[in-house]
């Protein structure tokens, strides 16, 4: 028995090992790409504006200028939003992840932590977007809401903030953690 049970975990060694080899090397072929290097500038405003400047800003649009359910929205995104970040800081105080290049230099390093799975940047733009999409059915809408989360993810690669697979896990923790709140928190509000 010990020695079937020595037989998988090794299996499961090399599974890991090549997991990260993978995202290492993704994060290369990424943060490298020369059709991707055309767009360095809307990455670093992408990654800028997905620290809450753009969905704060989205939220204030809707708080002074929409319906009255927008506001209640907003409300249900805020709260999406924050469940979010604290699952996000606890899945990174467990896993502790360092960051696979962590600049100290920058008045950025200073504004992020020093973990990297899963990214937070991921994880509150895509819960965003599924709460968009869960309220607003207008396909342009949704499809908006998810280029911005997409962009926002593939930002943290294309600049080395984060390896693909904690924007992979990021995003799906954030989709996730709305999917089962917002029924719950329409409820609740609406």
């Not at 600049?103 to 733009?125: A, K, N, Q």
Request: aromatic share 14%; hydrophobic share 55%; net charge positive.
């Amino acid at each position: 028995m010990s020695a079937a049970l020595s037989r998988v975990l090794r299996r499961i060694d090399l599974l890991i090992e090549e997991l990260f080899l993978w995202d290492s090397e993704t994060l290369q072929a990424i943060s490298e790409h020369p059709l991707l290097k055309k767009f360095a500038r809307v990455f670093l405003i992408a990654t800028y504006l997905g620290d809450g400047y753009l969905w704060g800003g989205l939220a204030l649009g809707l708080i002074l200028f929409g319906r009255p359910v927008d506001r209640t929205y907003v409300l249900i995104g805020m709260a999406v939003s924050i469940v979010n970040i604290a699952v996000f800081r606890m899945f990174k105080l467990v896993f502790a992840r360092e960051r696979p290049v962590f600049v100290t230099t920058s008045l950025r390093s200073r504004m992020i932590d020093s973990y990297s799975f899963p990214s937070g940047h991921s994880t509150v733009s895509f819960g965003i977007a599924w709460v968009i999409t869960s309220f607003y059915l207008s396909l342009p809408i949704q499809l908006a809401a998810y280029f911005v989360a997409i962009t926002i993810g593939l930002s943290r690669i294309y600049l080395k903030e984060h390896y693909p697979l904690d924007v992979i896990c990021g995003a799906i923790l954030g989709s996730f953690v709305a999917a089962y709140l917002v029924p719950i928190f329409s409820k609740l509000f609406l």
